[in-house]
Nanobody
Framework: VQLQASGGGLVQPGESPRLSCAATGNIFSLYSAAWYRQAPGQERELVASDTRGGSVTNYADSVRGRFTISRDSSKNTMLLKMNSLKPEDTAVYYC??????????????WGQGTQVTVSS
């Protein structure tokens, strides 16, 4: 299963872009989706995740109330809506998906990362 992230770029503080992550391959189920980020010189951190097919969500304290994770199951696409961006949100954002292929093989896939730079 391959993941392709998009939607990053240079944004101004306060703007509200959306990141997308399209999953392709022989997907039977996608039971866990997550977004991570890594700022320069820092470790990769979990930003948001959903499990149990999207019914349970979890957010880092730094983004709770501003970011929303969701998915378009019909398109096997994961979304991260980011509101009221701050300069400290600047990072490379990675998507992660876990599930099962139609061959009943579990997968744990990562996207290539998309840069989000928040600056005026």
């Amino acid at each position: 299963v391959q993941l392709q992230a998009s939607g990053g770029g240079l944004v101004q503080p306060g703007e509200s872009p959306r990141l997308s992550c399209a999953a392709t391959g022989n997907i039977f189920s996608l039971y866990s989706a997550a977004w991570y980020r890594q700022a320069p010189g820092q470790e990769r951190e979990l930003v948001a995740s959903d499990t149990r097919g999207g019914s349970v969500t979890n957010y880092a304290d730094s983004v709770r109330g501003r970011f929303t994770i969701s998915r378009d199951s019909s398109k096997n696409t994961m979304l991260l809506k980011m509101n009221s961006l701050k300069p400290e949100d600047t990072a490379v954002y990675y998507c992660n998906a876990q599930g099962m292929t139609r061959e009943l093989i579990e997968y744990d896939s990562w996207g290539q990362g998309t840069q989000v730079t928040v600056s005026s």
